[in-house]
Nanobody, 126 residues
Framework: QVQLVESGGGSVQSGGSLRLSCAAS????????MGWFRQFPGKEEHEGVA????????YYGDSVKGRFTISQDNAKNTLYLQMANLKPEDTAMYFC???????????????????WGQGTQVTVSS
């Protein structure tokens, strides 16, 4: 049973920082593509924030490049998202997601991801 559990969300002022964590269990972590997505209030679509392939290649959305960093600790089966210089427009529910490498052809598409966490809220005030 694959499980993803996010933590680290909260409220912060504009310009502040947060680090999100996603603890994964139930599978061989290093053979998965991992991603962070966010959902804005009132929206159904999940916007891609960052993703990391099993070979360590990273991808970032244009709005977060230079501010957010995705990383993983394979020994701890944990995915991280370090967020700096946060802006009010970053306010959203953040989700981590996973898909086996062999089943992923597009690391940036939410529809490729098979497993999702429950989400953690990030609120940035001006």
């Amino acid at each position: 049973q694959v499980q993803l559990v996010e933590s680290g969300g909260g409220s912060v002022q504009s310009g502040g920082s947060l680090r999100l964590s996603c603890a994964a269990s139930g599978y061989s972590y290093s053979r998965f593509v991992m991603g962070w997505f966010r959902q804005f209030p009132g929206k159904e679509e999940h916007e891609g924030v960052a993703a990391i392939d099993s070979d360590g290649t990273t991808y970032y959305g244009d709005s977060v490049k230079g501010r957010f960093t995705i990383s993983q600790d394979n020994a701890k089966n944990t995915l991280y998202l370090q967020m700096a210089n946060l802006k009010p427009e970053d306010t959203a529910m953040y989700f981590c997601a996973a898909v086996p490498t062999d089943y992923c052809s597009d690391s940036w598409s939410q529809y490729e991801y098979k497993y999702w966490g429950q989400g953690t809220q990030v609120t940035v005030s001006s």
